[in-house]
């Protein structure tokens, strides 16, 4: 598999199906899990890393179960590759920054990733389009114990599954569902969400933004704690919290169709009429604008898009992105013209490119 | 689970992984909306570090007590408390073992649970008491090797093999 190739694909989770994929991108279940036999990544040098990193390998290359993945040698990618790995969700900025042996199994569809030397010896991640969370449990259990047929997890009968830090341990296990917000950050009602989420907690983060930032009004409603809940009680928690949140954004939605239509309508019209028309733009202004259209769409204010064409100009709009699509590498000024040629393509009025579908 | 930086209900929970330090903030409405304002500041940083700090020394500690804890080692990978207050990571599976009682309270802290009740291996918990000894005879063997005792480090380059032989049998 290259990356060129994953590059012009499409990873599944985008496809912009599944339950409540209006308002719900993404479901995501993460395990870290550690082999028994090994210190952890901090302590271990570069020779243990390869070694570790070289066992993994041989033993899921092995298992007839998990054929499908192909492993991709992180360390050896240069930076722009990383980058794309990254913005694609398949692997961490950890993973991406770090040294030493690493690695990175996927499978064709990008449901499944999981890493290897991260900050875990083992981090499993499946990703699902739209809300179904008991759907990326079932698949990820049964990826865990594939993996574990041929290692040895570092296992604590009274604290569960041991982890380098201590905020993982127990079940490893992060819950995390990527929700788009536009209509609860347009009527400022998105701070007294997070005030009602009281019971769990909510990680407010954007979808690539550094740090807290929530670009393009996606945020992430996931667990904290990994303790002393089983792994079913921690997904029911999430899918809680998600609900409500679903609920409170469609009231929003409500709202501006019924009380602010003409607002709403040009602030659509506005957004669409920018990202087709722009001349260069950043790639935060993209996806601000981006998230007005891909609510215009779900309320049926613009006729002639679709979820996964929205969705996907998310993905393919991002630095890496755009300079592997390009195959050349382009600075930021270079990008921002790039970005406004391919999004101008891409929205043509009356016909679709063929690429998006 | 409380506010860091006040007594009431933590309600945002932020992991920032900026720089070596792990911070583990679980802050209320308010202090979290000041938190997420001044992140840009680069004064922050140290502010924050306290916050990590008070969370991993319990403040009824004397500070002999903590010096005490601090120096402590882990028998198998060598790590530190103190490096481990410093990184947020520990170093080995065993530390979980070897800092158990210390461990407790930061556990209750972050997860407001001290044991585990979720999946277990599908082949059963098994003694993996041998497999943390490949990890200190490992170590001990680096160690040789870099102290050129080649004698010493091909012992015990013997006896990981038999280890892990052992370990294929069962």
Not at chain 2, 52 to 70: N, Y
């Amino acid at each position: 598999m290259s990356l060129n190739e994953i590059a012009n694909r499409c990873g599944e989770w985008l496809r912009g199906s599944g339950p409540e994929s209006d308002i719900v991108m993404s479901s995501r279940i993460r395990l870290a899990r550690n082999l028994a036999d090994y210190p952890f990544i901090r302590r271990c040098n570069d020779i243990d890393k390869a070694n570790l990193e070289s066992t993994v390998r041989e033993r899921i290359s092995g298992n007839e179960q998990l054929s499908d993945l192909s492993f991709i040698n992180v360390a050896e990618l240069d930076l722009l590759d990383r980058q794309l790995l990254v913005e694609r969700q398949l692997i961490s900025r950890e993973l991406a920054n770090s040294d030493g042996a690493r690695s990175v199994a996927i499978d064709p569809q990008e449901r499944l990733s999981l890493m290897v030397n991260e900050e875990d010896h083992l981090r499993i991640q499946v990703i699902k389009s739209g809300l179904d969370l008991d759907g990326a449990w079932q698949q990820i259990n049964q990826v865990d114990d594939e993996i574990e047929s041929g290692l040895t997890y570092a296992f604590h009968p009274k604290l569960g599954y041991l982890t380098a830090c201590p905020t993982n341990v127990g079940t490893g296990m992060r819950v995390s569902v990527l929700v788009h917000l536009p209509a609860l950050v347009i009527t400022k009602r998105i701070e007294r969400v997070f005030r009602s989420a009281q019971k769990i907690n909510l990680v407010v983060r954007g979808l690539y933004g550094e740090g807290t930032q929530a670009m393009g009004d996606f945020y992430q409603v996931s667990n904290q704690i990994t303790l002393g809940k089983s792994e079913t009680q921690l997904i029911e928690l999430v899918q809680e919290i998600t609900d409500i949140v679903i609920e409170y954004e469609r009231k929003a939605r409500d709202f501006l169709i019924n009380e602010k239509q003409n607002d709403l309508f040009d602030k659509v019209s506005r957004a669409y009429g920018l990202l087709q028309n722009a001349q260069q733009i950043s790639s935060e202004e993209t996806m601000h604008l981006l998230s007005r259209v891909r609510m215009g769409v779900n309320l049926g204010l613009i006729g002639n898009l679709e979820i996964p064409d929205i969705n996907q100009l998310f993905i393919r709009t991002q630095p890496a992105h755009l300079q592997k699509i390009h195959q050349t590498e382009l600075d930021t000024d270079q990008r921002n013209i790039e970005r406004a040629n391919y999004l101008h393509d891409q929205l043509k009025l009356d016909t679709q490119d063929p690429e998006m579908n | 689970m409380k506010c860091t930086k006040c007594s009431k209900q933590a309600i945002f929970h932020i992991t920032d992984l900026t720089g070596d330090e792990l911070l583990a903030l679980h802050l209320c409405h308010d202090c979290a909306k000041e938190y997420l304002h001044n992140e840009e500041g680069d004064d922050e940083s140290g502010q924050m570090s306290s916050v990590i700090s008070q969370q991993l020394s319990p403040l009824q500690q004397t500070t002999e007590e903590v010096r005490e804890l601090d120096a402590r080692e882990c028998p198998i990978c060598g790590i530190s408390y103190y490096e481990f207050r410093q990184g947020g990571r520990f170093g080995c599976p065993h530390d979980y073992v070897c800092f158990e009682q210390d461990l407790e309270q930061l556990l209750e802290n972050v997860h407001g649970a001290t044991v585990h009740v979720g999946k277990q291996p599908l082949r059963g918990v098994r003694d993996t008491e041998s497999q943390t000894e490949l990890i200190r005879l490992r170590r001990e063997m680096k160690e040789a090797i870099e102290n050129e005792d080649y004698e010493r480090a091909s012992s015990l380059r013997d006896k990981i093999r038999s280890v892990e032989t052992e370990g294929q049998k069962r």
